[in-house]
């Protein structure tokens, strides 16, 4: 990486701060003037983007953009290779009307939408690509569209068009990112390198990522997030080498304490615990050390992410038995997605007010302790929130609705309900 540790952790800090104190000037008024339900009111003017709007132009559109997303999902691409689905993207955002850039850091198609009052400069980031078939839960014969960037495209396609027919009563400005390589850990530094946020003067960056929760409802990460990766391998010599890798791998091993799912049930369980305050997720390691030989390659995540030294330090100690033992990590791991937790309170504040109390869930750990998000690298920069949209359809398996498995079939109706969300959500944030 290309700053040490504590000047992320620092910068996320500072980040957590301003959030909340852009919260208080931004938010203060709609708390001050909070109906006797409790919850709070934005107040609504003329010119503003209204929830009924909103939702008028996504009943308008809710056809047109599943023909969307079957299209985009018929024709998966992998890591790095988006080009059908950026074509597709640039066209839409086009025809509504966005100032388009294609292109960027590799097949990245940024859009931007200029409302006509002045206000607040607020990104939306989707992630195009496919999973590869290496990363299919079980393996899988080809690339497939198993982790919901589909939906993901979809959703903020549709999110552009409606805020695009509103644009005469939307405050500010609207960028969206079209990300290609998420799967990869790559297109979100592709295009931070390629300077689309400092270009376009983004304040804050919002996505929302498919989830196994009931369609419909969303779950929250503020406060928490995803974990990162860090990834290191110890080579030992002498005689029997090999067995000794064998021997080490187990031991290291031995440090998860999260063992991968096997069953179904173990999903519900992880879901259950990520949900419980102070449950067994606050704190976890999930390790994974593979020999080859005498070389054994490791791999880990773990939360909070200040414990990669701690996770470190074992591992040397481990390898430390066996003489002439050479253990090497990065110079930094790839950084945890740590969501700001005033920004994440907020939207759970206007998802229960325009969806209902009952469309929010909380998430009191890092979920899932086994993946990660190149979102990440966003959120050390600008503020924003990253919540899972329930995509898991009624009486389906728990499996239907948790991205990367051969089953994964999201429920279609998730799509209006991103677009109502987020568009009003952008929509205030702009404003």
């Known amino acids: 990486m290309d700053r040490p540790t504590e000047h992320v952790l620092a910068r996320r800090s500072l980040l957590a701060g301003a959030a909340a104190l852009g919260a208080g000037a931004v938010w203060g008024t709609a708390h001050r003037a909070a109906a006797d339900d409790g919850r709070p009111r934005r107040p609504v003017g003329p010119a503003s983007v209204d929830q009924a709007s909103v939702d008028a132009e996504v009943a308008r559109l809710r056809r047109g953009l599943i023909a969307l997303r079957r299209d985009i999902h018929r024709n998966p691409e992998a890591p790095g290779q988006e080009q059908r689905t950026a074509a597709l993207v640039a066209r839409r955002l086009r025809a509504a009307g966005l100032t388009v850039t294609t ?12 409302g006509s009052r002045p206000g607040r400069t607020v990104a939306y980031r989707a992630d195009m690509d496919a999973v590869p078939p290496k990363d299919i839960v079980g393996g899988g014969p080809a690339t497939a569209h198993l982790c919901g960037h589909d939906i993901h495209t979809t959703v903020a396609v549709g999110v552009a068009q409606v805020l695009a027919r509103l644009r005469r009563r939307l405050e500010g400005t609207v960028v969206f990112l079209f990300q290609p390589a998420e799967e990869s850990l790559s297109g979100a530094r592709a295009l931070i390198d390629a300077g689309v946020l400092e270009r376009t003067g983004v304040q804050e960056i919002h996505a929302l990522h498919c ?9 929250m990460t503020g406060g928490f997030g995803m974990p990162g990766q860090d990834k290191g391998e110890v080579v030992l010599s ?17 440090l998860a304490t999260v063992a991968l799912p ?3 049930a173990d999903l519900e369980r992880i879901i259950d615990e990520a949900r419980t305050p102070d449950g067994p997720l606050t704190r976890f ?15 880990y995540r773990c939360w909070p992410e200040e414990r990669y030294r701690e996770v470190r330090d074992a591992v040397r100690g481990l390898a430390a038995s066996y003489p002439g033992a050479e253990v090497r990590f990065p110079a930094e791991p790839f950084p945890a997605m740590i969501c700001p937790e005033p920004d994440g309170r907020m939207l759970a504040d206007h998802l229960r007010h ?31 929130t990253y919540t899972f949209l329930g995509v898991r359809p009624p009486g389906a398996p728990v499996t239907a609705g948790y991205p990367h498995y051969p089953d ?9 309900v991103g677009v109502r969300a987020m568009a009003g959500w952008l929509a205030q944030r702009a404003g």
Do not use: N
């Open 354 to 384: 325009t969806l209902g109390r009952d469309a929010v869930t909380r998430l009191h750990a890092a979920f899932p302790p086994f993946s990660g998000e190149d979102f990440a690298l966003y959120l050390d920069r600008v503020p924003g």
């Open 103 to 114: 292109g960027v850091g590799g097949h990245g198609v940024v859009g931007v939408l200029r």
């Open 262 to 264: 096997q069953t179904p």
């Open 408 to 416: 994964f079939a999201p429920d279609e109706r998730a799509i209006g």
């Open 285 to 299: 390691v999930a390790a994974r050390a593979v020999a080859q030989g005498p070389k054994v390659s490791v791999s």
């Open 211 to 219: 989830g196994p929760f009931p369609v419909g409802r969303f779950a």
């Open 238 to 254: 002498g005689p029997d080498a090999s067995g000794a890798a064998a021997q080490l791998a187990a031991a290291i091993g031995g």
